[in-house]
């Protein structure tokens, strides 16, 4: 079997899994909503205060947070205090369904609504695991450049939803909003883009209400199917019931 072979039958594996794993939760009523990011992007700092806001409103959330190394995001987003649980990769560049599941059993609390798993941070392998996610975000500051969405067309083509972060430092680093619009609808046209800002709070509300209207029924966006890098097909995830 050559090497590309090999990566689609993993590939289908982990999507079968991930299928699975999306069924078992919703039939327990929990939603997971997967973060896509690259590094410094301030997912974990915006993810912290839509916890806390959900804590605030007594909304059942949880959070899996996943790194190379170091539980330092973890410790970070329990002072929301919101249940919290670090997942180590031990060196591999993304998480995948069959950790995800593991890192649940025993753990995720009765009763949680939503689940957000933070990925690791990189906008490639990641980008081709569905971890059994009824909604995909895809994260990116505007530090990074309005590019992105060109470069990383799997990742922005398959987001229910596209958050710009840190949009103080918008003018400071030139950040030419329009532009990065339209790349993104490019990649995935009719994708919402929102604007956000960890440090105001601004954001943090629409952020909280798509993972709450995907738990509701109300179906987010569902881009055009991309294309996995090793030419596998993601399938659109199953409704939310």
């Known amino acids: 079997m050559c090497r590309s072979d090999v990566k689609q039958a993993v590939l289908a594996k982990n999507d079968d899994l991930a299928a699975r794993l999306r069924d ?59 249940p919290v649980r670090q ?20 753990w995720l609390p009765a009763g949680t609504a939503v689940l957000f798993v933070e990925n690791v941070g990189n906008l490639v392998c990641p980008a081709s695991y569905d971890l059994g996610e009824s909604l ?12 992105k969405p060109l470069k990383y067309p799997t990742a922005f083509g398959s987001a229910h939803l596209v958050v710009i972060t840190k949009t103080d430092l918008a003018e400071a680093a030139g950040f ?5 619009r339209a790349h993104v609808q490019r990649v ?33 966006h569902r881009p055009p199917l991309a294309p996995h890098p090793h030419g596998h097909h993601h399938p659109a995830s199953a409704p939310v019931s």
Do not use: W, Y
């Open 188 to 220: 995935n046209p009719g994708v919402e883009i929102v604007r956000s800002c960890a440090r105001t709070g601004d954001g943090v509300d629409t952020f909280l209400a798509h993972a709450l209207a995907a738990r509701h029924g109300a179906p987010p």
């Open 176 to 180: 030419d909003e329009a532009v990065f």
């Open 87 to 106: 997942l180590l990769t031990d060196g591999l560049c993304h998480l995948e369904a069959r950790q995800v599941r593991g890192s649940l059993t025993g």
């Open 136 to 147: 995909r975000i895809v994260l990116m500051a505007v530090t990074e450049g309005e590019d």
């Open 24 to 82: 078992d939760l919703t039939r327990q009523g929990v939603t997971v909503v997967n973060l896509l990011s690259s590094p410094g992007s301030g997912k974990t700092e915006l993810l912290g205060r839509v916890l806390a806001q959900a804590v605030d409103r007594r909304v059942p959330v949880a959070a899996l947070t996943a790194d190379l190394a170091t539980e330092n995001d973890a410790v970070r987003l329990a002072r929301s205090g919101a």
